[in-house]
């Protein structure tokens, strides 16, 4: 059964930094591309980041680019997303998402290619 649990959301206040982490089990880490989802309140679920299998490749929303880093660890089959310089337009329902694909370096951004999705950790950023 393939489980991706996150953690590390929370409150924080205006420029603070948050650090989230997407623990997987049940697959093949290395076989998947990661990346993180965010949905507000009242609107959809949009692309913030995401990284290919082995790291060498990473993407970002233009709202999180410059701000955020996606990272992952292979050996503990775990993907972050450090986010600094927080604003209150970050507070959102965050989701850890995983693509299977056969290539090394892609990462997508279209959330209709991923094949399994966590839970959600909520993030809220106070002004």
């Known amino acids: 059964q393939v489980q991706l649990v996150e953690s590390g959301g929370g409150l924080v206040q205006t420029g603070g930094s948050l650090r989230l982490s997407c623990a997987a089990s049940g697959l093949t880490f290395t076989i998947y591309t990661m990346g993180w989802f965010r949905q507000a309140p009242g609107k959809e679920r949009v692309f913030v980041a995401a990284?290919?299998?082995?790291?060498?490749?990473?993407s970002y929303a233009d709202s999180a680019r410059g701000r955020f880093t996606i990272s992952r660890d292979n050996a503990k089959s775990t993907v972050y997303l450090q986010m600094n310089s927080m604003t209150p337009e970050d507070t959102a329902i965050y989701y850890c998402?995983?693509?299977?694909?056969?290539?090394?370096?892609?990462?997508?951004?279209?959330?209709?290619?991923?094949?399994?999705w966590g839970q959600g950790t909520q993030v809220a950023v106070s002004s």
């Open positions: 990284i290919s299998r082995i790291g060498g490749l990473t």
């Open positions: 998402a995983a693509y299977r694909t056969s290539s090394i370096e892609t990462s997508r951004a279209d959330s209709r290619d991923y094949n399994f």
